[in-house]
């Protein structure tokens, strides 16, 4: 089949785990008999240095024709001074925006063979696979008013936190039929203790849930929720969140499995797929080749899984993720004190390599769980 994607590296560690997602969809693309029309643009700091605008009108048409899209991370310091409408990130909302992605998913998986690389003991992490699923496009990263104002000493800054009826009704239905398929758990994350927004969440999270009798609703706070992700995280199925709590629980179930590198997720909802790594530009590490390409790899699986309705090529990425890890093979973030480390470039390398001989012998053996 005909696979469009346009890849939009940006800014930071971007361009270099994009890289290697390519080359890993390249792989596929030949292994399985598919064509790849891939088209590269930019977007965030590396479209404002080039165009002036951190999502250019190019950027989005590109974006609109194909039927995914790859991103890397947006945002690095030399732009953390601009005003918010053309900082890099401001490029990454409105993109989601355009895309109509309003449904983040992100799978967070205990992988045995980096058991050493999770700061939780084995006994407590062993068993994780969580999906986190965030509401992308409400809640304060939205809401209007929103203002920094006033003479300088007595600013005032504002933010609005809002929800309607219908956006939560949305995202409660893609975090239950998503439960259904999994193991029928889902946890709705609110703060309806203080928050209107919350109190509403949890009325209209319930009415959906009474559609949904096969898929045990609870609801948690936020801030206990976060305790339990650590204390007891193999007891998390689904977690539905408002964008927000969602950013911030999303990054900390990344440490909970042992390196947010790892992380892939999914934004959809619209007619177009988002699929980007949860890490962002890490700027600190950014063209030194070491970087963890994984949550840009996975990333390609949960589009070829999501957008293209290919399980046997997504499964196959997946399995070739599994051997390399299973090799040995650990970017820095995810080896220990003295052992080997390979590049980003290595690592990717090795995945399509594995992606080429699976295709050869007619896909991947072995069955790995890892997907939502
Ligand atoms: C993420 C990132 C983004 C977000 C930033 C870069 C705008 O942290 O995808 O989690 O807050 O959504
Ligand atoms: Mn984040």
């Given amino acids: 089949m005909q696979l469009r994607v346009t890849s939009l590296p940006g800014d930071g560690i971007g361009p270099e785990v994009i890289q290697q997602a390519r080359r890993v969809l390249e792989q596929v693309a030949g292994g399985f008999g598919h064509t790849l029309e891939l088209d590269e643009k930019e977007i965030g700091g590396a479209a404002l240095t080039k165009f002036g605008h951190p999502l250019p009108d190019g950027t989005i048409q590109a974006c609109l024709a194909s039927q995914a899209v790859l991103l890397g991370a947006v945002g690095g310091p030399a732009f953390d001074h601009h005003p918010r409408e053309i900082r890099p990130e401001a490029g990454l909302l409105r993109l989601r925006q355009a895309l109509g992605a309003y449904a983040n998913l992100r799978p967070a998986v205990f992988y045995p063979v980096l058991r050493e690389s999770s700061p939780l003991r084995e006994d407590v992490v062993r068993g994780t696979d969580i999906l986190i699923v965030r509401e992308l496009l409400g809640g304060l990263y939205f809401g209007q008013p929103r203002s920094i104002e006033g003479a300088n000493g007595s600013r005032e800054a504002v933010n609005t936190m809002r929800y309607g009826e219908a956006e939560i009704d949305r995202i409660a239905r893609i975090g239950f039929a998503l439960a259904r398929k999994r193991r029928k758990k889902l946890v709705s994350v609110d703060k309806s203790n203080v928050l209107e927004c919350s109190r509403l969440w949890r009325e209209v999270v319930t009415r959906v849930g009474s559609e949904f009798p096969d898929v045990l609703l609870s609801h948690m706070y936020v801030d206990s929720a976060a305790m339990a992700l650590v204390l007891k995280p193999t007891e998390f199925d689904v977690v539905l969140t408002e964008n927000m709590f969602g950013d911030i629980l999303s990054d900390q179930a990344g440490g909970v499995v042992g390196s947010l590198g790892l992380l892939a997720s999914a934004s959809i909802g619209g007619p177009v797929g988002l699929y980007e790594p949860v890490h962002g530009s890490a700027p600190d590490i950014a063209g030194r080749g070491i970087a963890n390409p994984l949550g840009a790899i996975l990333s390609v699986a ?23 890890l299973g090799g040995g093979l650990r970017t820095r973030d995810l080896a220990r004190a003295g052992e080997r ?32």
């Fill in 341 to 372: 480390t390979v590049t980003t470039e290595e690592i990717g390398w090795q995945i399509a390599e594995f992606v080429r001989q699976a295709a050869k012998t007619g896909g991947p053996s072995d069955r790995v769980s890892v997907s939502v």
């Fill in 302 to 324: 949960l589009m070829l899984r999501h957008t293209f309705q290919l399980p046997r090529e997504a499964e196959c990425v997946e399995t070739a993720v599994m051997s390399a």
